[in-house]
């Protein structure tokens, strides 16, 4: 079907149910029909008179949307551009049957609609929520007060605001609560019954208990992209500002063996528990591609077996299929890393492992080596692959582990690019925050630039992007929610698992005019771990069984077991906790005296404790905040531990850490990159029931090693078939050029880009040929491939520069600590003072 007849630029859309019927698993194309025709229920239900005026009245939208061009001139030129939405088959799908469900049933069920990328599915949140604030029972009385529309980004997502705002119907005023108002403006709509309300999760912590009474008032609450943080204290308080508690009173009575009036409704652990579980006035509508096992447990449908399912399916395998969505994993290459580290010093000190493995491999990652070695791949990929697709205007990501080492591929890229006199690359980063590498500071307005030298503003960075640049280097940043078709190519040089690596690939899917196929190139993950991500979404996701609540008792008990705290703790702490009435100015105080005895029972036991300890606490508070989302334990005892552990995890310090100090210590002796897979990694069509992983952390004694034996377990996993040719040569060509007197006259008289392209290549090939006459076979790989002789030029340019600059004449140890200390201030653990 089409909306628009243009001649042979008509733009059809497939309107099938899916190859097993509409909101189910399956793939393009329709079931077969033992009455008739596969096709007829295009006449026999979508045209017949009732649908038809259906659609025509609550479906059909005219989009009218804005796009601002900046002219040569300075000026802003505005063209409107015009488009008929019409439902695509499972839109019209899930928003009828959802409708007739909660016209059957009432308020008070939850539901999952797993819909792919490529669903359209802020247009079947836009529907669904006009459907139910206009939705009325039998009696002709609204089913919901106010329907109320929640994304857990915490900026407002301008698509979705923009689609349910656009939608012209006359129901009554909608509310979005942007970052331009507060969250008393969300108790405001809220409390004067706004019909649509539109905000972010984090916006209901400050005024759960601000909202008026909401006894006799149900509503509708529609999830964008329901994952884990459903389960957090801001989904916590979501539920104690709406949720109508008097049916969990009377159950809480039942079980107390009480009368209702019995009961203190003003008991603050009362009113807490009370909001546990699910409530007959809330009925939840989470969307999203990706369910986890907790998304699937909470909103899901629990089948007679115990299982879980979403209520209404567009499985990925059937956005492919129908052609909304490309495949990102047709075209897919891995590389490895293989490395040797070598000790630089005779000492050999015993080391956390786990901390110190993390600073070694640091070290190799942001080593100026493997950078410029990745850099010139990722430039000639653009060159052979990008650039050719989407008629010239294919664009390439690249993703990095961390800030630094943004920045740092960001320089080198732009000095390959530079150095190779190509004019049609222009890079832009991506990263929030300042980073600090060595004596620079950067930030991403900083960094980005402008072809007439004026600098680029964060927000301006996606738009830039999109008109005048084609390569994006990202470091946490645009790899969620990022929308841009002409994205073709993706370099990943980052670890990603799970729901993680779906939505970053994803970025990817997005498809437009030209746009055929897709490029991943991957320096960190095998194709197993993306097989692994992908596969329990490529069709239905579903939970086999709830989580065992009995597990929580068990974490309870291996807590008690330590000693650090026991039951008269509890009900010290919580008699100040719930003392009627607002706390008062010394409430803190008091707590905080209550709990001091047991953070001192707490540092008598050793490290490694104190360290399971804090573990298990954290286990304990995750899982009750998912369980009571779900169920209503009405365990006062556990409650009341719940609270005494929330307070006391935040009076437990972290243990002081000895600072690890491998400052000279190391050296990469050996390095290559090898090509381990090209080719389609294909997902199956299979049974697509999901079971969650078992795996558990790791629950050991955090283990102390040698340093030799951390490096040989390195060493061992990284390890490939060198030869001489591989070994890294800088050390050497450091010592010689750093010696060279005539050099470093010219570095502090010449600024860096002089420096760099004209007198360092010099100076360079005459230390490389000495050092060759002296050691040929060490030698001999870098006269034979210009590539190795370049980046390893170019490695060293930048460090020799700095160094002759600020007078510093040090050996080839120096480069490694200041790489060293550099990537200690990158990395999340803390390491000491």
């Not at 330590?562 to 009435?581: C, K, L, Q, S, V």
């Not at 199956?684 to 490096?711: C, F, M, N, W």
């Amino acid at each position: 079907m089409t909306t628009r007849l243009e001649g042979k630029n008509t733009y059809f859309l497939p309107f099938n149910q899916g190859s097993n019927g509409a909101g189910n698993d399956g793939g393009k194309g329709n079931p077969a029909n033992p009455d008739g025709y596969p096709t007829s229920y295009f006449w026999e239900y979508v045209f017949q008179k009732d649908s038809m005026m259906d659609i025509i009245q609550k479906f059909i939208h005219l989009q009218v949307k804005e796009e601002k061009k900046q002219m040569p001139d300075g000026s802003e030129q505005v063209t409107k551009k015009k488009r008929l939405i019409f439902p695509r088959y499972h839109q019209m799908d899930v928003v009828r049957k959802l409708i007739a469900d909660v016209k059957k049933e009432g308020a008070g069920r939850n539901y999952l609609i797993q819909h792919s990328a490529g669903s359209g599915k802020s247009n079947s949140i836009a529907w669904t929520a006009y459907r139910l604030a206009s939705l009325h029972d039998s009696n002709d009385e609204s089913v919901f007060s106010s329907v109320v529309v929640v994304t857990d980004r915490t900026v407002l997502d301008e698509q979705l605001q923009e689609t349910i705002s656009g939608f012209d119907h006359t129901i009554g005023s909608v509310e979005t609560i942007d970052d331009k108002k507060n969250s008393k403006d969300l108790r405001d709509a809220i409390n004067n019954g706004a019909r649509i309300i539109v905000t972010t999760l984090q916006k209901f912590p400050v005024i759960y208990q601000e909202v008026d009474k909401v006894a006799g008032r149900n509503f509708a609450i529609i999830v964008d992209e329901a994952h884990s943080s459903q389960t957090g204290s801001s989904a916590m308080k979501l539920k104690a500002a709406l949720a109508d508690t008097e049916a969990a009173l009377r159950e809480y009575a039942e079980i107390e063996g009480k009368a209702e009036d019995e009961i203190d409704r003003n008991d603050k652990l009362v009113q807490e528990m009370l909001t546990h579980g699910k409530h007959p006035n809330l009925s939840f509508f989470a969307f999203t591609a990706t369910p986890k096992p907790a998304t699937l447990e909470m909103f899901g449908s629990q089948w007679t077996d115990g299982s879980f399912h979403p209520f209404h399916i567009y499985s990925m395998r059937q956005a492919i299929e129908e052609g909304f969505i490309l495949d990102v994993l047709q075209n897919y290459m891995t590389y490895s890393t293989c490395f040797k580290i070598a000790k630089d010093t005779p000492e050999n000190p015993e080391l956390p492992e786990s901390r110190a493995t993390k600073i070694i491999k640091k070290y190799e990652k942001l080593h100026p080596y493997n950078i410029s070695q990745k850099s010139q791949i990722i430039v000639e990929t653009f060159r052979e692959t990008t650039k050719q697709k989407i008629g010239g205007k294919g664009k390439m990501m690249v993703v990095t582990d961390s800030r630094l080492a943004a920045v740092r591929y960001f320089h080198e890229i732009k000095r390959y690019i530079r150095e190779q006199h190509y004019a049609d690359m222009d890079i832009l980063a991506a990263f929030s925050g300042t980073v600090q590498d060595g004596d620079e500071e950067y930030t991403e307005a900083g960094l980005n630039v402008r072809k007439d030298g004026s600098h680029i503003s964060e927000s301006q960075t996606k738009e830039e992007f999109h008109d005048n640049f084609n390569v994006l280097v990202v470091a946490e940043k645009y790899q969620t929610g990022f929308d841009e078709p002409l994205l073709h190519t993706m370099i990943v040089d980052k670890k990603l698992k799970n729901v993680k690596a779906v939505q970053t690939l994803s970025r990817l899917n997005r498809t437009c005019p030209g746009k055929v196929d897709t490029f991943v190139l991957d320096f960190a993950n095998k194709k197993e771990d993306i097989l692994e991500a992908f596969q329990p979404f490529y069709q239905e996701t579903s939970l086999e069984q709830e989580v065992n609540v009995d597990l929580i008792y068990q974490t309870e008990k291996e807590l008690l077991d330590y000693a650090i705290y026991n039951e008269n703790d509890i009900r010290a702490f919580t008699d100040i906790w719930n003392h009627p009435g607002k706390q008062d100015a010394t409430a803190m105080g008091k707590m905080t005296s209550v709990l001091k005895p047991v953070a001192d029972r707490y540092n008598l036991k050793n490290p490694e404790e104190r360290y399971q300890f804090r573990r298990q606490v954290r286990k304990l508070l995750r899982w009750y905040s998912y369980i009571t989302q779900v169920v209503r334990m009405f365990d006062t005892d556990m409650h009341k531990e719940y609270l005494f552990l929330s307070y006391l995890i935040g009076l437990l310090p972290e243990e002081k850490e000895e600072p690890i100090d491998l400052e000279g210590k190391l050296k990469l002796e050996y390095y290559k990159l090898q090509k381990t897979f090209e080719g389609a990694i294909k997902l199956e069509k299979v049974d697509g029931q999901y079971v969650p992983s078992k795996k558990q952390g790791a629950q050991g004694i955090r283990q102390k090693s040698t340093l030799d034996e951390i490096l040989d377990k390195i060493n061992e996993k990284y390890k490939g078939q060198f030869t001489d040719g591989d070994r890294v040569m800088l050390g050497a060509l450091h010592d010689k050029l750093i010696a060279d007197d005539k050099l470093a006259s010219s570095a502090r008289t010449s600024d860096p880009r002089i420096f760099t392209e004209s007198i360092f290549p010099s100076a360079f090939g005459n230390a490389a040929m000495e050092s060759y006459m002296e050691a040929q076979d060490s030698y001999s790989s870098l006269f034979e491939d210009k590539s190795k002789y370049d980046a390893v030029m170019s490695a060293l340019a930048g460090v020799i520069y700095r160094e002759m600059r600020s007078k510093k004449t040090v050996d080839y140890r120096k480069i490694e600590r200041d790489e060293q200390v550099q990537m200690v201030a990158e990395e999340p653990v803390k390491y000491g003072e």
